[in-house]
């Protein structure tokens, strides 16, 4: 068996919750106990930046295994290079010892490229790479953005302002290629390394955008303040990678302090969830249902791994 399940959905979704009541100890399903989750969030893998990126709590990592939480530290730059390669090897490693493997985020640029594979795009050239880091350094992130929205519209549509990487990396190839990043397709077809189930959880603008606000609201009562503090003691800057996330970048912006910084990274965070959608659409076979539906995701379950529903 090579079946992997594939949940996305933005923030505050409510998708751990969902895997966990499936495939926890705790569950009352068939299932239970037969999955491990693999996170396919780009922040969760930064250690001691816990609240801000809404890490699994010690009873759901308990109940559920979590893996890629806490790999790195935050001024190493993980990319969808390294996803790919450690998610790729945790599936075989959880198949192997007959669990499920549930790749389970919001980061819809990695799921995507975890399914249908990287398109094949210009290697990087040293001599382009610095010139841009030079702009980078000269001219700021968000100038950079602007000529990227320029050149590549429909690439700039599906990334945040401070991903400093991916502009970076798509002014790169524009630069060596004259072509935009958005004209190297993926694949339409899911890749063959594993038999995936695609399932997109969705719910009403007006609720996920409160449950992302209330989302907020909690990570400044547990003490994101407070960590963020404490992270830039231990000589985290803004420059960081771990510091550019939505949560964290927002204490670096000029003007902003209380109500309005919570207001400014609840906004962020709601154009963050529109765009993550984006990477998602056109997913071969995959399946959307409402995040609160329990018995849809678990028939789709039942049906992928060839359980009976009757």
């Known amino acids: 068996m090579n ?14 919750a969902l895997a966990r009541k499936i495939f ?17 969030d780009s922040q969760a893998v930064y250690k001691g930046f816990d609240i801000g990126t809404a890490k699994p709590a010690l009873c759901e990592v308990e109940d559920i295994p979590h893996h890629l939480v806490d790999v790195c530290d935050g001024n190493t730059q993980f990319d969808l290079g390294d996803f790919m390669e450690m998610a790729d090897s945790l599936c075989r490693e959880i198949l192997s010892r007959n669990k499920i493997p ?5 980061t819809g640029f990695y799921i995507r490229n975890f399914l ?43 990334i945040n302002v401070n991903d400093e990487l991916r502009i ?14 958005s004209s190297y397709k993926l694949n339409t077809t899911l ?36 960590e963020v503090k404490k992270l830039i003691s231990l000589g985290y800057t803004r420059e960081s990678p771990a ?20 207001e400014r990274i609840k906004t962020d965070s709601r154009h963050y969830a529109k ?19 329990e018995n849809k995701f678990l028939d789709t379950i039942k049906k992928f791994i060839g359980i009976s529903l009757s």
């Open 275 to 293: 765009k993550q959608y984006t990477y998602m659409k056109g997913i071969p076979g995959a399946i959307e249902m409402h995040a609160d539906d």
């Open 116 to 158: 249908l594979g990287s398109p094949v795009t210009p290697e990087s050239n040293e001599t382009i790479r610095s010139q841009v880091k030079l702009k980078l350094s000269q001219l700021g992130r968000k100038a950079l953005y602007e000529e990227l929205k320029i050149i590549d519209p429909e690439y700039a549509s599906k």
């Open 24 to 40: 926890g100890k705790s569950s009352l399903s068939c299932f239970k106990g037969m999955g491990e989750v693999i996170s396919a």
């Open 3 to 16: 079946k992997v399940v594939v949940v996305f959905a933005p923030t505050a979704c409510g998708k751990t």
């Open 102 to 106: 549930l790749v389970v985020g919001g």
């Open 168 to 181: 970076c990396r798509a002014l790169e190839v524009f630069y060596i290629s004259g072509k935009p990043l």
């Open 243 to 262: 510091m550019k996330a939505i949560g964290y970048s927002e204490f670096f912006y000029e003007g902003f302090s209380g109500k309005k910084l919570v």
């Open 191 to 226: 890749r063959n390394d594993f038999d995936f189930c695609p399932i997109i959880l969705t719910r009403d603008k007006e609720d996920l955008y409160r449950r992302i606000n209330e989302r907020v609201d909690l990570m400044f009562e547990m003490g994101l303040e407070a």
